[in-house]
């Protein structure tokens, strides 16, 4: 483990943001979260903008345990940081946990992590008393120290101590020992979007909008349940008269989801996915060797004189489930992965950007689907 530096914690990353009047009671959701807190997992998975950090804030704050708190951003990398906040937050809400941790972290002499890691858990074991961590935006660690400090807290936890991550993309952690040992509960995109009656509270009491109901219906299933996109499509009809006219057209060119698709999610990818995302944009239905056709003018992609697969280039296959992974607004069609969709705002987005991009290309890319069809 890294030597750690004297650098001030950030207080605020370990309290829960603050939550607003007005919250659409979600008592489904809560429920699995709370059966979620009978284990060591809870798992909340799912793009930006589906509601993940404020279900929890109302939720678990009020579970009737204590909580402990961390929002996780991109600096937390560094194991011996991340294990300074963890120590941190555990302290904030139990200040008679993790004393030893914190001055085995500030030891001159460098200790391994799980020595830190077992200082803390065997303080939780002492402590009895039934607690839940919060780790939020956990989507921002990639390093895998990190990912096994986790690991560790999970896998040797006691029964008192549960462990609730929020987060865009799944972990790479234990989640498949977890799932079979049923010691995980997860939520994902499909669980977290709004129903059609929870859209209309949302939107009356919210955002304090009345519509009929057969123009939430429209909504609610324009947005797939997409918290984001349904206030932002509020957003665009306040002082509106012709309320039912942008209801009918509307889609992800709306400058609202425009600008917040692109700030929170296209911009925030490197090329090579941004370039597959507007590649395959035209596609209603896409599949592996459909997406390699349209990329690369055949059902495989290119390969070297060896055979092997030229560097950069993974198939299509990979980037589709390398999405899925990663909640990129892509939905699986099966349980096979082998055919997807984008979710149809993040499709308006696509093809909007791809057909600014010039017709020829546009041309080309049809040329290829309907060659391979």
Request: hydrophobic share 45%; proline share 5%.
């Amino acid at each position: 483990m890294e030597q750690q530096k004297a650098d001030p914690l950030i207080r605020t990353k370990l309290r829960p943001p603050f939550t607003r009047a007005g919250l659409v009671l979600r008592p489904r959701l809560q429920e699995q979260i709370a059966q979620g807190l009978r284990g060591p997992l809870t798992l909340i998975t799912a793009p930006a903008g589906f509601g993940k950090t404020t279900l929890l804030a109302s939720c678990v704050i009020g579970c009737g345990m204590t909580v402990a708190w961390l929002s996780v951003d991109k600096n937390d990398n560094q194991a011996g940081r991340f294990l300074n906040y963890l120590v941190a937050a555990l302290q904030e809400a139990v200040p008679t946990v993790g004393s030893e941790a914190a001055r085995l972290l500030t030891a001159v002499q460098q200790v391994p992590p799980e020595a830190v890691l077992a200082s803390l858990i065997n303080d939780l074991d002492t402590a009895s008393q039934e607690m839940a961590l919060v780790l939020d935006d956990y989507q921002f660690i990639h390093n895998q120290a990190v990912h096994e400090a986790v690991a560790f807290v999970l896998e040797h936890c006691p029964k008192t101590f549960h462990v609730v991550i929020a987060t865009r993309s799944d972990p790479p952690l234990p989640l498949a020992r977890l799932r079979a040992r049923g010691q995980m509960v997860e939520l994902r995109r499909a669980d977290l979007g709004f129903t059609e009656p929870e859209a209309a509270q949302f939107l009356k009491d919210v955002m304090g909008l009345t519509l009929e109901e057969g123009s939430v219906a429209v909504l609610q299933e324009r947005t797939e349940g997409w918290i984001a996109g349904l206030q932002m499509a509020a957003l665009s009809m306040r002082d509106r008269e012709d309320v039912a006219g942008f209801i009918a057209g509307f889609s992800g060119t709306n400058r609202y989801i425009l600008d917040y698709l692109l700030e929170e999610v296209l911009a925030r990818e490197p090329e090579e996915v941004q370039a597959f995302l507007l590649q395959t944009a035209i596609l209603t239905r896409l599949s592996g060797p459909l997406c390699d056709a349209v990329r690369f003018g055949s059902a495989e992609p290119p390969s070297s004189s060896e055979g092997t697969a030229v560097a950069g280039a993974p198939s299509g296959q990979e980037m589709l489930e390398r999405l899925e992974r990663r909640n990129l607004f892509v939905v699986s069609l099966d349980d096979d992965r082998r055919w997807y969709r984008y979710h149809h705002l993040f499709a308006d987005l696509l093809q909007t950007r791809l057909h600014q991009s010039g017709p020829d290309r546009v041309a080309r890319l049809l040329s290829r689907a309907a060659e391979w069809c």
